[in-house]
């Protein structure tokens, strides 16, 4: 069990709107410690998409935003497209456990 | 071009002894932390442990503590991940990636492009 809690499966039809969300605690997320996400194709190893809450490294097209409020965090994806069906991984930093820890993962399916 | 470049996937018997790599380049490797991360099939991402190749601090995660060792060897900007006894349950895919540090903000990037180990008799 993940100490960050996401769905483990969202789907849109291209052209549509869908947001993944990251659930943490006060020992993490609610800590005050930022949220990062990566985007894993298949097969492949996992990529920055956006760090610190709501920042794009460059060449993340702007579809692609976040951002956290108490406890929680979101990733949100706009204009979906065939070629953004990975997986989603949030990730912060734990107090309690005085280290990094990751969600479980949620696959998202363009339908 | 940063880059994180880790060795070949392995198969191994239990009881068997393990050493993987993962090469820095593009960057001063002793400035950075290298983390290790575990996927086993079909799951998500585990953070194991962590090393500063520039004094090899080193930090473990508590359901990694003493089941894996993380060394480096900065003349040759390489950090490693080791087991002294492979079990059936320690396959997996392995990433190794940069922490990068700023503005109190801490996340990975790059990663490599993993290492697949395969325990099985």
């Known amino acids: 069990q993940s100490v960050l809690t996401q769905p483990p499966s969202v789907s849109g039809a291209p052209g549509q709107r869908v947001t993944i969300s990251c659930t943490g605690s006060s020992s993490n997320i609610g800590a005050g410690y930022d949220v990062h996400w990566y985007q894993q194709l298949p097969r492949t190893a996992p990529k920055l998409l956006i760090y610190g809450n709501n920042n794009r490294p460059s060449g993340v097209p702007d579809r692609f935003s976040g951002s956290k409020s108490g406890t929680s965090a979101s990733l949100a994806i706009t204009g979906l497209q065939a070629e953004d069906e990975a997986d989603y991984y949030c990730?912060?930093?734990?107090?309690?456990?005085?280290?990094?820890?990751f969600g479980g993962g949620t696959k998202l399916t363009v339908l | 071009e940063v880059q994180l470049v880790q060795s070949g996937a392995e198969v191994k018997k239990p009881g068997e002894s393990l050493k993987i790599s993962c090469k820095g380049s593009?960057?001063?490797?002793?400035?950075?932390?290298i983390a290790w991360v575990r996927q086993m099939p079909g799951k998500g991402l585990e953070w194991m442990g962590i090393i500063y190749p520039g004094d090899s601090d080193t930090r473990y995660s508590p359901s990694f503590q003493g089941q894996v060792t993380i060394s480096a060897d900065k003349s040759i900007s390489t950090a490693y991940l080791q087991w002294s006894s492979l079990k059936a349950s320690d396959t997996a895919m392995y990433y190794c990636?940069?922490?990068?540090?700023?503005?109190?903000?801490?996340?990975?990037?790059?990663w490599g492009q993993g290492t697949l180990v395969t325990v099985s008799s």
């Open positions: 990730q912060s930093y734990d107090s309690s456990l005085s280290g990094w820890v």
């Open positions: 990636a940069r922490l990068i540090h700023s503005s109190g903000m801490r996340w990975f990037d790059p």
């Open positions: 593009g960057y001063s490797f002793t400035s950075y932390w």
